[in-house]
């Protein structure tokens, strides 16, 4: 949500007149509520810079990240050239390509009937395969 000055000045100077009203109820001399004033209107334009800066940082940032956006991973070649983590691609290296490209379905929200058709394979054959996986995965998450 935009940071609105003209918004936030008025709920200040509303604030403001009530805090004033109240001193000068309580006998507070003019000089030291208008030195109060100064020091609170300091704040009030440190607090609206900080806001707009935050703002225009998070709309640089949203731009950022839009333009940043990872490539969508197709094959299983494109799977494992997407794995940072060293000791990971280790292990999936390893793994054959049908689990990995069960995996890679998966991951792209197939189905484990679709995925079984696809690749023309039993759904309990990749029950079997993604538990074996998940079995590897686990010794590395340990």
């Keep these: 949500m935009a940071y609105n000055k ?3 000045e008025k709920k200040w100077r509303l604030w403001k007149e009530a805090e004033e009203t109240q001193m000068r109820k309580l006998g507070v001399d003019e000089s030291t509520i208008e030195t ?3 020091h609170d209107w300091a704040i009030f334009n440190s607090d609206r810079r900080y806001y707009q800066r935050m703002q ?9 990240a839009e333009d940043t956006t990872q490539p969508e991973i197709k094959t299983v070649e494109d799977f494992l050239d997407s794995i940072e983590n ?3 691609y280790q292990i999936l ?3 054959d390509k049908l689990t990995l490209q069960i995996a890679l379905m998966k991951i792209q ?17 990749v ?3 993604m538990d074996r996986l998940k079995e590897k995965l686990k010794k590395f998450f340990e």
């Design 93 to 95: 290296i390893k793994v």
């Design 36 to 38: 109060l004033r100064t």
């Design 86 to 88: 060293q000791r990971l």
């Design 6 to 8: 003209a918004k936030e």
């Design 127 to 129: 029950y079997r395969r």
């Design 56 to 64: 225009e940082t998070g709309t640089y940032l949203e731009e950022v």
């Design 109 to 125: 929200g197939y189905s484990t009937r679709e995925t079984a058709h696809y690749l023309g394979i039993t759904e309990k054959a």
